[in-house]
């Protein structure tokens, strides 16, 4: 089945040590977000890719980087953890909608990954 | 920005009964998602539903676009309903950041 993969699911890191978050996707979508989520909130919009194109949103901390090498995989960097940090990490895919069709629009999530920052 | 309320915030119920959750959106949308949060993180998607009705199985969705307003329906409630519901919605053209709403956090007991 298509789909959206984060590993690890769980990753626990140390104050201040870099850690990658990755997601990979087979829906072939030209769009890729990275959200994070803390206790009892929603999702929040950290950057997306509209295929190479990197978008940043205006309050996502320098401390956060983004890579996408292909149209399958993308990267979550954090250079510098510290314990504000500690979230659920979800990864997102969907088609442009203006490439037509039914599906587009339509986000899918990964499974996510959970940081613990010690 | 658009805002998205959803109510009510919390809500319990007994296995096998019915439940209606809300979602409201300041402005005008052309993309308008639920979904379902697990107890595990893993968010699943529901409806695709900018507009009108769809149901799946024992769920269903109503969208009323002019109102600004959409409905979950949870039939026959099961234990597996539980988790936290948020509708998420979009309101510009092409591929969409969407806005998620304040969810609404389900326990349905034995």
């Known amino acids: 089945d298509a789909m959206v993969i984060q590993n690890p699911r769980y990753q626990v890191t140390q104050f201040g040590k870099p850690v990658t978050l990755s997601c990979s996707q087979t829906l072939n979508h030209n769009v890729m977000y990275w959200y994070q989520q803390k206790s009892s909130q929603a999702p929040k919009l950290l950057f997306h890719y509209y295929d190479k194109d990197f978008n940043n949103e205006a309050d996502t901390p320098d401390n956060f980087q983004s890579r996408r090498p292909n149209t399958s995989f993308c990267f979550l960097d954090i250079r510098s953890p510290g314990l504000g940090d500690a979230a659920m990490y979800l990864c997102?895919?969907?088609?442009?909608?203006?490439?037509?069709?039914?599906?587009?629009?339509?986000?899918?999530f990964g499974a996510g990954t959970r940081l613990s920052v010690l | 920005g658009i805002q998205v309320e959803q109510s009510p915030p919390d809500l319990i119920l007994q296995e096998g009964a019915n439940s209606t959750l809300r979602c409201n959106f300041s402005d005008s949308v052309n993309n308008l998602q639920w979904f379902h949060q697990n107890p595990w993180g893993q968010l699943i998607n529901l409806f695709y539903?900018?507009?009108g009705t769809k149901q799946n199985g024992r769920l269903s969705a109503t969208t009323v676009a002019t109102e600004r307003y959409s409905l979950l329906y949870i039939s026959s409630s099961q234990t597996t309903d539980s988790g936290v519901y948020f509708c998420a919605v979009a309101s510009s053209g092409g591929y969409q950041k969407v806005t998620f709403g304040t969810g609404t956090k389900l326990q349905v007991i034995p």
């Open positions: 997102a895919t969907s088609r442009d909608g203006s490439s037509g069709g039914a599906a587009k629009n339509i986000q899918y």
């Open positions: 539903i900018p507009s």
